[in-house]
Structures are given as structure tokens and as C-alpha cells.
């Protein structure tokens, strides 16, 4: 293949354009960037290449021979392969397992499985990939997050005999959970695809990946086509622009505030079964930024001062008294949380916005009249956020991630927390909602909101955090004022901690 042509891309839900009249040229050994704020048409595009969602208007052709009729087994005949954000890993099997899942099993004597040649298939296919080194009999679910993305691309590449061989892989947001190491393994990895002679489309919302990795960019909004250009031809400015209609920064500027005399969270020299050294003062008002590599410990920190854990030793405090019990009484106590994984631990997908909204909050509503009351707090809540929706009946699997993302923020804004713990709150969002996000983070802790931030976006820790505790492996090894710091210089403070 040298050209695939996605031609008049098409796609209404109830009278409501998803997609309208989009076209994509993809060239072979060439990395095509897919970018767009959250809602702009993205899912859908690749949901109608994937043939999993039939298309209002589509006519796909390879080299100018069409392809079709079409549907997911046609995609995949044609060669095109799918890699999206959340793995498709079954922990309890082995990597082997994995990457041969949904494939005929090779047999011995027509029935037992030979797991030899099953695990050699999988060797190879990880060998293309420059992963040899991942043993194949592991459980995938003892792997880091960055290995079991490129187990899940592996999978991609396994063909069985007289199927064409893969053309396209689409890449939809693979970086999102990973470390800057994980990522550069995913890098190394497209770059092999492409050198290999496939077309690669990549969806991502991270600017700095896509100008650095990617050969051309096309650019979605509100369901149409708005630019389409090289790399070398265009730049981050344009891009942000094509994307959101006006001149938006990604990275928050750095703030510096005044902070209440009121200690929000103390802990002295706290340990659980997973952490250890643990001591901060958070003051009303601050923003507590929370580095480290992947897994250091920093969702675990948070958990434990939501009452998710149990305290060894040492000693916690939050608003003035012991730390919450449970996440029950960190909630009433003016705790609020959002989660890593807003899909897997935020949210109920087939709910309406307002019950994901209000689900921590429905001790406030009397019995009676309460959907009312419900309605207008959900209504004041997403505005606030800048949530874009339908209405509050509107089931929250129905909103792009960033949207979605909102209704978790949504959920701990409404009691007017004075501790607000986030992980990873802009995860897998585009650079608009990014900024929103970020004001309202700001907007918080200028109330004297006192705020605990994990991340593993470097310039977004140092742009919003007053100071950054570093983790390494469950340990306290630093804790910094972020003034004068860049993200290079972070980073070596992590690795450096890594070393000790």
C-alpha cells in the first residue's frame, strides 16, 4: 500500500452531525497525526474505520481500488488494525495468551493446544517490535503499563496464513497512561511500523508527542475538517487554533498566591504497608504538586488521605482533625477526590450525568421534590465547569472524554471541598478543556481550597503546584518549592531519586 484514501466520512446520531464530510489521505511509512478537542468527530472517525459504528457516507479505497462492502471483519481483511487508550489485557493470562486472544489456538494432534508454537508466535511478533526482551509466559498483569501497550500492539500484528498484512494502525491516545520511559519504548515502536512500510494514524491530545513523532496532522472541529498539513509545515500556534477556533496556551502560567494560616492535611513521618517517610504541611489555598515515575506511590498517598488505607505509623492529619476513616467520611468531612481512571473508578457510563454528578452529594436533597433540586445543582454544576452536554438525563457514556472528565470535577466541586484531591485530572483531554481545567484549579484554590495534584505531566505540575513532594518506589525522597524549575530539571530529580 502507498495511499489510503478515507473519502466524505459521514455521521449523524438523531438528527445531530457526529461527522460531516471528512476526508483523510494516509501515506505508507508516514506517522498522520489525528487532533481535535474532545467532541470534535475523533471516536467517530475511527469507530466508522474500524466498521464498528456503519457510516452515513464513507467510500475507503488502497491505492485506488475501493474497499468494500464494508464492515469490521472488512476493515480487517483490508489490513487495518486498532490499538486504542484502554488495554484490552487479560491480566490472569500470559502474554502469549494476550497477544494470540481471539486467534485460532495452534494444535497438536488436532486438539491440545501447542503452547510452544503458540509461544513463539507471540516472540516474533514482540521481536518486530524490538520488545524481546518481554518473557512471554509472564501474567500480563505483572507488567508496566508501558509493556502491556506493546503487548497490545504485538496482538496488532499477528497474521494468520493468506490474511493481508497490516497497512494501517490506529493509535488512539497510546501515551496517555504512561511514563515519559513507557512512551519512549510506544515512539520507538511507531517509528518501526512506519519504517516497515504501514500507515500510521495517531490520536493524541499531547502537542509535544505529536510534533515530534509525527510526519503530517489533520485537525478536527465540531465534526468537520478544518486543516490538514505537514509537521514541518505548520506549528504548535496553528494547530491550537485549527483546533479550538481561538489562540488558547496549553500550559498554565505559574501562579504564586498567598496562603491561609489553616493547615488542611498534616503527616508526620507517616507509613503504610506501600509507603514510608511521608511528611508535609499543606496550608489552606496551596497547591501540592505529586511526582514521581509510574506506580512511585502517588495514587496511594491520595487513597490513604481519602480513608482508602490503613496508617502504620506515624501520624495524619486532615482539616484539623484525624485523617477520614473511610472515603464516606472524607466526602462529609469537605474531601473530595478525583480518580486516575474516570472510566474504571469515576463513573457509571450507562447513568445520566446528574446521578454521576450528584452521587456523593444526595444526602443534601430532601425526598421530596428532590429531582428538581437535582436538576438545577447539575445544571449550575456544568456550567460552572464548562461541561458540554446535552441535558442532565443525558447518560454520561455518551460524552467525549473530556466532557466526562468535567462531570468527575463536577462531582467534587459541588460541596465546596476544602481539600480537593486530584490524580491525574487531565488525563486523556484536549488542550481546551486542559486550560479550563486548570482555571478551575486555580479558581479553587484562590477560595482556599488546599489541593493535592498527581501527575505525570511535567510542565502541568510545575504550572499549577506551589511545591512538589517527590516519590520513589512508595518513599518520600524530596520535597521542593517549584519556583525556578523546568520540566528537565524535574525529570532529573525523579531519576536521581530513582538512583539513590
Known amino acids: 500500500m502507498n495511499r489510503l484514501s478515507l473519502i466524505g466520512l459521514s455521521k449523524s446520531y438523531g438528527g445531530v452531525p457526529a461527522l460531516h464530510d471528512v476526508s483523510l489521505h494516509l501515506r505508507a511509512g508516514r506517522v498522520h497525526a489525528l487532533m481535535g478537542e474532545n467532541g470534535a468527530g475523533k471516536s467517530t472517525l475511527i469507530k466508522l474505520i474500524a466498521g464498528v459504528v456503519p457510516a452515513d457516507a464513507m467510500d475507503v479505497s488502497i491505492d485506488g481500488a475501493r474497499v468494500g462492502p464494508y464492515s469490521s471483519a472488512g476493515a480487517a481483511r483490508a489490513g487495518f488494525r486498532f490499538i486504542h487508550q484502554e488495554l484490552n489485557i487479560v491480566p490472569q493470562l500470559s502474554v502469549a495468551e494476550n497477544i494470540l486472544l481471539g486467534r485460532p489456538a495452534p494444535r497438536r494432534l488436532g486438539m491440545l493446544v501447542d503452547w510452544r508454537r503458540l509461544q513463539d508466535r507471540a516472540r516474533a511478533a514482540l521481536a518486530m517490535l524490538g520488545a524481546g526482551e518481554i518473557d512471554v509466559t509472564t501474567q500480563a498483569g505483572e507488567l508496566g503499563m508501558g509493556d502491556r501497550m506493546l503487548v497490545r500492539i504485538a496482538s496488532a500484528l499477528v497474521a494468520e496464513p493468506g490474511e493481508t498484512p497490516p497497512c494501517l494502525y490506529v493509535l488512539d491516545e497510546p501515551t496517555a497512561?504512561?511514563?515519559?520511559?513507557?512512551?519512549?519504548?510506544?515512539?520507538?515502536?511507531?517509528?518501526?511500523l512506519a519504517t516497515r512500510g504501514a500507515a500510521v494514524l495517531y490520536v493524541s491530545h499531547r502537542m509535544e508527542e505529536v510534533l515530534r513523532?509525527?510526519?503530517?496532522?489533520?485537525?478536527?472541529?465540531d465534526g468537520g475538517h478544518v486543516m490538514s498539513a505537514p509537521i514541518a509545515s505548520t506549528s504548535r500556534t496553528k494547530i491550537i487554533e485549527a483546533m479550538t477556533g481561538r489562540d488558547v496556551e496549553d500550559i498554565a502560567p505559574r501562579r504564586r498566591t498567598a496562603f491561609g494560616d489553616d493547615l488542611a492535611c498534616v503527616a508526620e513521618d507517616l507509613a503504610t504497608q506501600r509507603l514510608s517517610g511521608i511528611g508535609f504541611s499543606l496550608r489552606a489555598g496551596e497547591i501540592l504538586g505529586i511526582a514521581g515515575l509510574e506506580e512511585a506511590g502517588q495514587s496511594r498517598l491520595l487513597r490513604l488521605i481519602l480513608g482508602a488505607g490503613r496508617v502504620t505509623s506515624g501520624r495524619l492529619k486532615v482539616l484539623g482533625s484525624t485523617g477520614p476513616v473511610s472515603p464516606v467520611d472524607a466526602w462529609a468531612r469537605g474531601v473530595a477526590y478525583v480518580p486516575r481512571d474516570r472510566r474504571a473508578e469515576g463513573l457509571m457510563l450507562g447513568m445520566a450525568v446528574r446521578a454521576n454528578t450528584l452521587l456523593a452529594h444526595l444526602r443534601d436533597y430532601g425526598t421530596f421534590a428532590r429531582r428538581g433540586q437535582e436538576v438545577s445543582r447539575t445544571r449550575a454544576l456544568a456550567t460552572q465547569v464548562g461541561l458540554r452536554f446535552q441535558g442532565p438525563e443525558q447518560a454520561v457514556g455518551q460524552l467525549s472524554g473530556g466532557n466526562q472528565q468535567k462531570v468527575v470535577l463536577a462531582r467534587a466541586i459541588a460541596s465546596n471541598p476544602r481539600l480537593l484531591l486530584l490524580d491525574e485530572p487531565t488525563r486523556g483531554v484536549d488542550v481546551a478543556a486542559r486550560?479550563?481545567?486548570?482555571?478551575?484549579?486555580?479558581?479553587?484554590?484562590?477560595?482556599?481550597?488546599?489541593?493535592?495534584?498527581a501527575s505525570s505531566d511535567l510542565p502541568e505540575l510545575l504550572g499549577l503546584s506551589d511545591r512538589l513532594l517527590i516519590l520513589h518506589d512508595g518513599r518520600?525522597?524530596?520535597?521542593?518549592?517549584?519556583?525556578?524549575?523546568?520540566?528537565?530539571?524535574?525529570?532529573?530529580?525523579?531519576?536521581?531519586?530513582?538512583?539513590?
Open 177 to 192: 497512561a504512561l511514563t515519559a520511559a513507557e512512551s519512549e519504548k510506544v515512539f520507538a515502536v511507531i517509528a518501526r
Open 213 to 221: 513523532i509525527c510526519d503530517d496532522v489533520t485537525v478536527l472541529r
Open 435 to 453: 486550560a479550563e481545567i486548570h482555571a478551575l484549579i486555580r479558581d479553587l484554590s484562590a477560595k482556599g481550597c488546599a489541593v493535592m495534584l
Open 476 to 500: 518520600q525522597v524530596a520535597l521542593i518549592d517549584s519556583a525556578g524549575l523546568a520540566p528537565p530539571d524535574l525529570l532529573a530529580r525523579i531519576y536521581s531519586a530513582k538512583a539513590a
